[in-house]
């Protein structure tokens, strides 16, 4: 059994408000909570179903572990379908990012809106060995339960800063900045001289008025020229994917 | 004010059982419904509200539009947030795929399950002009309200076809068949002459074992060296996305 003011707490950390103030996140499944264990992280508490223990690498198991049944795990899921595992861990603080020394591309999210966009971004950031991603203070959480479970433990390894993304960008010095559009120099002709900055505008609205003066190449993902086709643009983790993939091409 | 028994018809199209009997479905949002109506689809019912009006073209307004006040939308709508346009529209009838006479690459879905990646690879397969996609029958229904608006209109370009995906391959002849693996030849590397089957397997399996054999091409997307990063896997709709990108390159 888990007591009302535990399950209250747990609930609380949907909100960011009360993961701020608590200091503390969720994360739920197999994948997730092994690999933020195997990152250090230790949970402060630490929920597993019997069924979870079978598919549970044992040696990752926590002093704290408390065997729960499926019920229980129900009362206090985050996520539509309860996981056989749920680990509450401490937020990682929130570092300082520094663009002047940066030797490798990074990702700069201009206000990503979508759960699991962000997740996905954060996902194939991991794939592809990018492991910083500036976030504007209006990107969605990366620790809210969506965007963690859609990290599939990628979360544990890639490095998510939330700043003033235009107070950085004024330090960008000489590094290259660039930017997603729809009218940017092809990314298989543009120069990629191994370090620089890739901005990522939002969903709905692409790159911020005031963020679009600090980049230096406009970038684009060619659409196949065939007249019966008319998508508008692409999914922003879509579009964040193919940079990153042509990029370390 | 729309009738009861009209609220109970639209609000059963969420459901594919419904979809089938009714012969019909149910698009909102502006761009959606715009690129239905080009597409030369009639609708059976269209709602606008008087935001939806400021935003639609007018041309393309059908005889039978009725304009429904926001409270009308909350009772009909399918989406999390009732959107300013809903039509319902007649439900294409699910063609047969040939599979001899491709002259393009088409993607073959084999058991994507999650509504939000199958609209993102419709939205991508427009972008790069694939406009073949050969669903197995356990793919999720590609006219799911979720799916139909992650498709941001693309739905309306991209010819998706349900079948039993297996019976299809056996008359797949000297078509190359491609499918994507975590131990294929890297992308890049692989020879493209220019037409043939993308298969793209489940969320949670992959490609399935009756399926596998008749792969004539693994393929993989390369994970970044660095010992640092770990991500299993990518998205299935992000996969999708850089292989369709790669091929089109």
């Given amino acids: 059994m888990i007591s009302k003011t535990r399950i209250k707490l747990i609930k609380s950390l949907n909100l960011k408000k009360y993961r701020k103030s608590y200091g503390l996140f969720v994360a739920e499944g197999v994948v997730n909570v092994s690999d933020f264990l195997k990152s250090g992280l230790e ?17 990752l198991l926590p002093e704290n572990t408390a065997k729960v049944s499926s019920k229980d795990m129900e009362r206090i899921t985050l996520l539509k ?4 595992v749920l680990s509450v861990f401490p937020l990682p603080e929130n570092k300082n990012f520094d663009i002047k020394n940066i030797n490798d591309y990074v990702l700069m999210l201009d ?5 699991g966009n962000l997740g996905t971004i954060i996902r194939t950031a991991d794939w592809f060995g990018i492991d910083k991603i500036i976030c504007s203070n209006e990107t969605v959480d990366a620790f809210n339960p969506k965007v963690v479970q859609a990290t599939m433990g990628s979360l544990s390894r890639v ?15 000489n590094i290259e900045v660039y930017g997603a559009f729809l009218d940017g120099t092809d990314i298989k002709e543009v120069d990629k001289p191994g370090k620089g900055v890739i901005i990522i505008g939002s969903e709905a609205h692409g790159i911020s008025k005031n963020v679009e003066p600090f980049v230096t190449k406009k970038i684009t993902i060619p659409r196949f020229k065939n007249s019966k086709t008319g998508a508008e643009s692409l999914n922003a983790s879509v579009a964040t994917s ?5 990029f370390r091409r």
Avoid at 50 to 57: A, N, P, R, S, V
Avoid at 159 to 173: A, C, E, Q, R, T
Avoid at 242 to 246: A, F, G, L, S, V
């Fill in 242 to 246: 193919i940079i990153c993939y042509e």
């Fill in 43 to 59: 949970p402060e508490y630490f929920y597993i179903t019997d069924k979870g223990l079978e598919k549970f690498d044992n040696k």
């Fill in 111 to 115: 206000d990503i809106k979508d759960p």
């Fill in 159 to 173: 490095n998510v800063f939330y700043d003033d993304i235009v107070n950085i960008l004024h330090d960008s010095g």
């Fill in 81 to 84: 379908n309860p996981s056989e």
